[in-house]
C-alpha cells in the first residue's frame, strides 16, 4: 500500500486532455538557435529520446490502470497516457526534417529504441510478485523521470533569452506546448507511483537510476549531433559549454537543475509545488500550434 502522501495543492487540479497540434518544419533552419549549433543541439535530442521513451509511458501506464482504485486518479492517468501519445508523435515528426537537412538520427535512436524496448521493457515474468514488482519499478522510474521533463517545461516557458536571440518560432511553440502539458500533469506520475507504491527507498534507488540514465543518454545525443551535423567542421564538444549557455539562460542551469534533486528526494516533496499551472494553461490556449497551426 502507499505511504502517507504529502497533500497536493487543491487548486492545480485540471481535467487532463489530449489536444490535436500541428507544426509545419519548412522554414525552420538546422540551427534553430542562429549561430548557436551547441544550444540548438542539447534541446534537439528531445526529439530522439520523447518519441521512444512516451510510447514508453503509455505502455508502462495501460499496465497498471487494473490496479488504480481511486477514480479521480484513473481519469489523470488516461489524460496522462493521451497527452503522452501525442507528444510521442509531434516529436517524431522532427526527425524527416532533420533528415532532409542531413543530419539522419537513426543510429541515435535505435539505441533510445533498445533502452526503453528491450532494457526496460516487459519481461517475461510469472503472474504475482515478480510480475507486479517490474511494473512498480517502471512506475518509480516514469514519476522520476517526469520531474525533470516537468523542470524543464517550466524553464521553457520562461526562456526568454532564446526568443531574444532570434529561435525560430515554431520550434519554440512546440517546446513550449509540450513543456506547458509537463507543468499542467505534473503530480500525476508521482501521484500514481504513490498510489500503487510510495516506498521512499524505491523512489530514491529509481531516481538515481532515471537520472543517470538521463544523462548518459543525453550527453550522446549532443556528441552524436554535433559529430554528424554537416555543417559543422570541427565539432568538439565542451560540457563547459553547457554550464556557460545555463548562465547565459539559452539552456537550463546547472545550479537550478541539481536544487531540483534534494526536492524530489525530500519526503515532503510533492509536485503541484513546483511550476505554476495558470502558466502552463494560458500558453496552451495561445500556443499557435495547439490550435490548428499557423
Do not use: C
Not at 489530449?18 to 548557436?36: C, I, M, N, S, Y
Not at 506520475?189 to 543525453?218: I, K, N, P, Q
Amino acid at each position: 500500500m502507499s505511504n502517507t502522501q504529502p497533500a497536493p495543492v487543491a487548486s492545480e487540479h485540471v481535467e487532463l486532455k489530449a489536444r490535436k497540434v500541428a507544426f509545419d518544419w519548412q522554414e525552420t533552419p538546422l540551427h534553430w538557435v542562429p549561430g548557436d549549433p551547441f544550444t540548438t543541439h542539447t534541446i534537439n535530442v528531445l526529439h530522439l529520446l520523447l518519441p521512444a521513451g512516451e510510447r514508453w509511458f503509455v505502455h508502462v501506464y495501460q499496465q497498471a490502470l487494473p490496479y488504480i482504485t481511486d477514480d479521480r486518479l484513473r481519469e489523470d492517468v488516461i489524460g496522462f497516457i493521451g497527452q503522452e501519445a501525442v507528444h510521442s508523435q509531434a516529436h517524431d515528426d522532427v526527425l524527416p526534417h532533420l533528415r532532409r537537412q542531413g543530419l539522419d538520427p537513426t543510429p541515435y535512436t535505435a539505441q533510445v529504441d533498445w533502452f526503453f524496448e528491450k532494457l526496460l521493457g516487459d519481461r517475461t515474468l510469472p503472474p504475482g510478485r515478480a510480475r507486479r514488482w517490474w511494473l512498480m519499478e517502471r512506475v518509480a522510474l516514469i514519476a522520476a523521470i517526469e520531474h525533470y521533463t516537468a523542470f524543464l517545461g517550466d524553464w521553457v516557458l520562461n526562456a526568454e533569452e532564446l526568443d531574444r536571440r532570434g529561435a525560430d518560432p515554431m520550434m519554440m511553440d512546440l517546446l513550449r506546448w509540450h513543456g506547458a502539458e509537463e507543468v499542467e500533469h505534473r503530480a500525476v506520475a508521482f501521484e500514481l507511483f504513490m498510489h500503487l507504491d510510495g516506498g521512499y527507498r524505491r523512489r530514491a534507488r529509481t531516481w538515481a537510476l532515471a537520472f543517470s540514465a538521463l544523462v548518459f543518454l543525453w550527453q550522446r545525443g549532443v556528441r552524436f549531433f554535433m559529430e554528424n551535423d554537416p555543417s559543422l567542421l570541427d565539432p568538439k564538444v565542451a560540457w563547459a559549454d553547457f554550464y556557460r549557455k545555463g548562465r547565459e539562460g539559452v539552456l537550463p542551469s546547472t545550479p537550478a537543475m541539481l536544487r531540483s534533486i534534494p526536492r524530489y528526494l525530500s519526503r515532503s516533496y510533492h509536485p503541484s509545488q513546483e511550476g505554476d499551472t495558470a502558466q502552463a494553461v494560458a500558453y496552451l490556449a495561445s500556443s499557435p500550434g495547439a490550435n490548428g497551426g499557423r
